[in-house]
């Protein structure tokens, strides 16, 4: 503790005891004015001052005790809070309550569909999953299959044709490829896939080796038979090249036998009309 803080406590504690053992002698006092009372009352008191100055003094004396006990008092006090550190105050702000954003309660994950599975064709043409088109997009409303020209086989003059199931299908699901290779540009095509209804048939999609927006596609159920047709829009043109149509469904588990399956396709070049047709039966060796 340092000297100048023990002094100061030595200096409030006198005040302390100076203060609560000062008491004013009432009786003395009493005595002085009774005292000074009677000898003004005498009458060979000759006073040397007016009365009125006696009681000043009597007054000044009461009121000079009284000073003094106050100022004592207050010296005490003074003493004591200086010594005490100040209070401080610190102002906190309130907390804020946070808002939350509209966008993270509104806000909802989107789930991608699943890509249907499909591998090559018969013919060693394959297209990766990435390009088969679901069965509702690019599709018009469902309506009659369009009636194509007659067909006398697999092949008509540049245009030729062939129907196989896809190696990588299974117990629960198929791919039907419709290979078509044509010698000329062609500037009208139309291909339809037949899928007879053995049980559990229905579609997972489809897709071709052409570009998506160069044709229209739909897909509808009649007389029995899944039905798979593309059209070239107005305006489009096929190169020449080899080119592949694919329907891919469920099925019911086990062997499915596409024997009743079949195909057909009707296509223009140089304003000749070209019509192929086949089916999905087993190649002989």
Do not use: C
């Amino acid at each position: 503790m340092r000297h100048q803080d023990v002094h100061d406590d030595e200096l409030i504690a006198r005040l302390h005891e100076a203060a609560e053992g000062h008491e004013p002698d009432r009786s003395r006092i009493l005595a002085r004015l009774e005292r000074g009372m009677a000898a003004h009352s005498r009458p060979d008191h000759r006073a040397t001052r007016p009365p009125v100055f006696g009681w000043m003094r009597v007054i000044g004396a009461t009121a000079a005790v009284a000073s003094v006990l106050a100022i004592g008092g207050y010296a005490v006090a003074s003493a004591v809070k200086s010594d005490s550190p100040a209070e401080q105050t610190v102002s906190v702000p309130p907390t804020p309550t946070p808002t939350p954003s509209p966008d993270a309660t509104s806000r909802r994950p989107v789930e991608s569909p699943a890509p249907q599975p499909s591998s090559g064709s018969g013919t060693g043409h394959s297209a990766p999953s990435a390009t088969a088109t679901p069965t509702t997009s690019g599709t018009t409303s469902p309506a009659a299959p369009p009636v194509l020209p007659a067909a006398s086989g697999t092949q008509d003059g540049p245009l030729r044709s062939d129907g196989s199931i896809d190696p990588g299908s299974n117990d629960f699901w198929a791919q039907s490829d419709v290979t078509l290779k044509t010698t000329k540009q062609l500037t009208a095509l139309t291909v339809q896939l037949k899928v007879k209804q053995t049980g559990g048939v229905a579609s997972t999609g489809a897709w071709r080796s052409l570009p998506e927006r160069d044709f229209t596609q739909t897909v509808a159920e009649r007389d029995g038979f899944l039905v798979y047709t593309w059209v070239l829009k107005a305006g489009r043109t096929v190169a020449v090249g080899e080119w592949v149509f694919a329907g891919q469904y469920n099925h019911d588990r086990g062997g499915r036998d596409a024997k009743d399956d079949s195909y057909s396709a009707a296509g223009t070049t140089a304003g000749r009309q070209l019509a192929v047709k086949g089916d999905f039966a087993a190649k002989k060796s």
